[in-house]
C-alpha cells in the first residue's frame, strides 16, 4: 500500500491545454456525455489509431522519464513524445510539456509575475483567491487541477465527506479572510499523526488567462482546496528553495516525489493510517458494518481513499471508454449502496456517464442528505467493477487505539 508511483495526469487539464482553451467551466457544469465528447475531441481519438486511455498513459510515461530538466527539443525526441506527435500537433505538445516534465528552457516556463488577459491558455500567473469558505467545505468542492496528485485531491473529499475533528478545527483557524487578513496557514503532521510547525502562504495561487485556477479548485468558488494545495507544495518544495511564491517546478516536485492518498490524508489532518489490499469481489465483506469501515447506513467511518490498478489500460486498451475508470488515478470512497455500489467521487470533479455497472439516480443514506449519483465526479459501481480494477483502499483513523478495526497491508 506504501508503494510510490507517478499518479496519472489530469485529462481534462491536458485537454484544455492541447485545445488553447481559456474557458472549460462549461465541462464541469455538464452532462457525463458532454464532458465524454470534450475529452474525445480534444485528445483527437480515430478509431483503432490511439485510444483515450492509451494517450492519457502516455502522458503518464513521459512525465515519467524525465525526471530532470531537459530542453523541449530533447523531450520531443523521447519515443512516448515521438507517439504522441502522431496524434497531436508539435505546438500542442509544446503548451501541455511545461506542466508535466521539467524543462529548462525559459521560452516555456509557463509562469508570469503580472496578469496578461489576452494571452494563451498556457500562460500562468499568482492572481489572489477568493474566500476560503462560503458555506461549508463541502466534499464536492476539490477538483484537480493541472498537476498529478489525485492523491491529495483524494485525501481533501474524503476529509471533507467524513469531517474529523481536526480537519474541522483546522479550517477554522486559518484566519484567512481576504481582503483584511491575506496570508494562509497551515499545521501540518507528521507520520506519528503529530502536528508539526505551521506552513504560512501568502493569498496568492496560480491562475490561467481567464483568472481561474490553474491548480487544484472549488467547484463552488471557494479557496480552500488550491490554498490547502499550495500548502503542501510549499511544505514539500527544498530547504533551500528561494523565493517566496512555489515555482512550477515546485508544483511538478509533488508528482515526481509522490505519496499515497492515506499518507497525503494524514499528513494534512493527523491520525494513524490504515488500509486494504483488494484481492478478489468476496472482499465486498469489508463493506459490511460489521467489519467497522461503513456506518449502518453505509457511509465510510474515517476518509477511505481508493485507487485503480496500474496495468488496468494495460489489459485493456479501452478501460476508460468501457468503465470511465483511470489507470494509476486515485478516488475518494463515500460509502455503499444498499444494492451493493460502491459510492466514489473522481478528483476530476466532472460528470461522469453511466456505463454497465454503474448504478443511476441518487443515493439516499439515512444520515446524509441525498447524494446524486453521475454528477460532479461522483458515481457509484458495482463490486465486479471495483474489485476488478482497484487496487488498494487506504483510511486514516482519528479515534483512539482501543477503538480501532484491525487493518490488512500497511
Request: with cysteine.
Amino acid at each position: 500500500m506504501n508503494k510510490t508511483r507517478q499518479w496519472a495526469p489530469n485529462p481534462y487539464a491536458i485537454a484544455q491545454l492541447l485545445l488553447d482553451t481559456l474557458d472549460i467551466e462549461s465541462v464541469y457544469e455538464s452532462s457525463g456525455d458532454a464532458a465524454d465528447k470534450f475529452l474525445l475531441g480534444a485528445f483527437n481519438v480515430r478509431g483503432e489509431q490511439t485510444t483515450l486511455t492509451e494517450a492519457v498513459e502516455l502522458f503518464r510515461q513521459l512525465a515519467v522519464i524525465v525526471g530532470r530538466p531537459m530542453s523541449m527539443a530533447e523531450v520531443l525526441q523521447l519515443a512516448e513524445a515521438k507517439q504522441l506527435a502522431q496524434v497531436f500537433a508539435v505546438e500542442q505538445l509544446q503548451r501541455v510539456l511545461p506542466y508535466l516534465v521539467p524543462l529548462k528552457d525559459a521560452e516555456f516556463q509557463p509562469f508570469e509575475n503580472v496578469p496578461n488577459p489576452n494571452g494563451q491558455s498556457g500562460r500562468t500567473w499568482f492572481g489572489d483567491a477568493g474566500q476560503l469558505v462560503m458555506d461549508n467545505a463541502s466534499y464536492l468542492d476539490p477538483v484537480q487541477g493541472a498537476v498529478s496528485n489525485c492523491y491529495l485531491i483524494s485525501a481533501m473529499i474524503a476529509l471533507a465527506w467524513t469531517k474529523p475533528p481536526s480537519w474541522e478545527a483546522g479550517l477554522r483557524s486559518t484566519r484567512f479572510n481576504p481582503p483584511e487578513e491575506a496570508s494562509f496557514e497551515w499545521r501540518f503532521h507528521s507520520d506519528r499523526g503529530r502536528e508539526r510547525s505551521p506552513v504560512k502562504i501568502s493569498g496568492r495561487i496560480p491562475m490561467n488567462a481567464r483568472e481561474k485556477p490553474r491548480y487544484a479548485r472549488s467547484a463552488s468558488g471557494e479557496s480552500w482546496p488550491g490554498m490547502l494545495e499550495k500548502a503542501y507544495v510549499m511544505k514539500m518544495r527544498a530547504a533551500d528553495a528561494k523565493g517566496k511564491e512555489p515555482t512550477l517546478a515546485d508544483y511538478q516536485a509533488i508528482e515526481r516525489k509522490g505519496s499515497t492518498p492515506p499518507r497525503a490524508c494524514q499528513v494534512l489532518a493527523g491520525g494513524v493510517v490504515g488500509g486494504e489490499i483488494l484481492d478478489t469481489a468476496s472482499d465486498i465483506k469489508l463493506f459490511s458494518p460489521r467489519a467497522g469501515l461503513v456506518k449502518t447506513s453505509g457511509v465510510v467511518r474515517r476518509p477511505v481513499m481508493a485507487w485503480t490498478k496500474d496495468d488496468i489500460g494495460v489489459k485493456d486498451r479501452k478501460v476508460w471508454e468501457k468503465t470511465g475508470l483511470w489507470p494509476n488515478h486515485a478516488y475518494a470512497l463515500l460509502g455503499v449502496m444498499p444494492s451493493k455500489h460502491i459510492v466514489l467521487r473522481n478528483p476530476h470533479g466532472v460528470a461522469t456517464t453511466a456505463r454497465r455497472g454503474y448504478a443511476t439516480g441518487e443515493w439516499q443514506p439515512v444520515d446524509r442528505d441525498p447524494v446524486e449519483l453521475n454528477k460532479n465526479g461522483v458515481f457509484a459501481i458495482s463490486p465486479a467493477l471495483f474489485f476488478k480494477h482497484f487496487e488498494d483502499m487506504g483510511w486514516v483513523e482519528h479515534e483512539p487505539q482501543s477503538r480501532r478495526s484491525s487493518r490488512r497491508g500497511e
